[in-house]
């Protein structure tokens, strides 16, 4: 049981440039989401999905993109990259909201925009 | 509006000492919290949650926490720390499909 995979672990991109982070989950998970982590900041949600075809924003949106096709992927796109979208990028998912839910976590992908 | 604070950025901790991690938190509803730990270029790990009934929790690795509605306030203890406990400390309120995270403690153990 794979749980929550992000791919890739590591990505170093240059201002301007478009990337596209990858999350998978194989727990069929209705509900997913992506955060990101800054120092001091905690973790901040960016978009999320509460099942295919579904995604709304989050607390950080501009910047990234978001489309939910199938349960299992959730793969969060910038467009356009910018020095301050440098950042550790967390992707979850869970099978509830409310009592007895429990976010799992993937292994973040830590992005440098240079 | 929802949002939690962890109001210590960073405590210091002997090896063998108790320890209690504060997470206040503003939420409207009947909250369901959490508590994550983060080991250095690691992800999240949940430690323990919390939804209804009996407002002392255990969870994993010897930690509790304890739900003070009065409070607004879900603090979480051990009561003897360990080395391998050096990590960033997370607390959480589910809010509907999302989690909104305090900005975290980090711990750090003296031998």
């Known amino acids: 049981n794979a749980g929550v995979t992000q791919t890739p672990k590591f990505q170093v991109l240059k201002t301007g440039q478009s990337m596209t982070l990858q999350c998978a989950q194989d727990?069929?998970?209705?509900?997913m989401s992506w955060y990101r982590q800054d120092p001091g900041m905690g973790l901040r949600l960016i978009h999320y999905?509460?099942?295919?075809?579904?995604?709304d924003q989050g607390e950080v949106p501009n910047g990234y993109n978001v489309s939910r096709s199938t349960t299992e992927d959730f793969p969060l796109r910038l467009l356009l990259a910018a020095p301050s979208q440098t950042s550790v990028y967390f992707c979850?998912?869970?099978?509830?909201?409310?009592?007895?839910?429990?976010?799992?976590f993937g292994q973040g992908t830590r992005l440098t925009v240079v | 509006a929802q949002s939690v604070t962890q109001p210590d950025i960073h405590i210091t901790v002997s090896e063998g000492a108790s320890l209690e991690l504060r997470c206040n938190y503003s939420?409207?509803?009947?909250?369901?919290l959490f508590w994550y730990v983060q080991s250095p270029g690691q992800g999240l790990q949940l430690l323990l949650k919390?939804?209804?009934?009996?407002?002392l929790v255990q969870g994993i690795k010897g930690f509790e926490a304890e739900f003070k509605r009065s409070q607004s306030s879900f603090n979480l203890r051990k009561p003897s720390v360990h080395w391998s406990d050096a990590a960033e400390y997370f607390c959480a309120v589910e809010g509907t499909y999302k989690y909104i995270f305090g900005t975290g403690t980090r711990l750090k153990v003296l031998a």
């Open positions: 939420y409207g509803a009947t909250p369901y």
């Open positions: 979850a998912s869970s099978y509830g909201s409310g009592e007895n839910t429990e976010a799992f």
């Open positions: 727990m069929n998970h209705e509900y």
């Open positions: 919390y939804f209804s009934g009996d407002t």
């Open positions: 999905s509460v099942g295919a075809g579904i995604t």
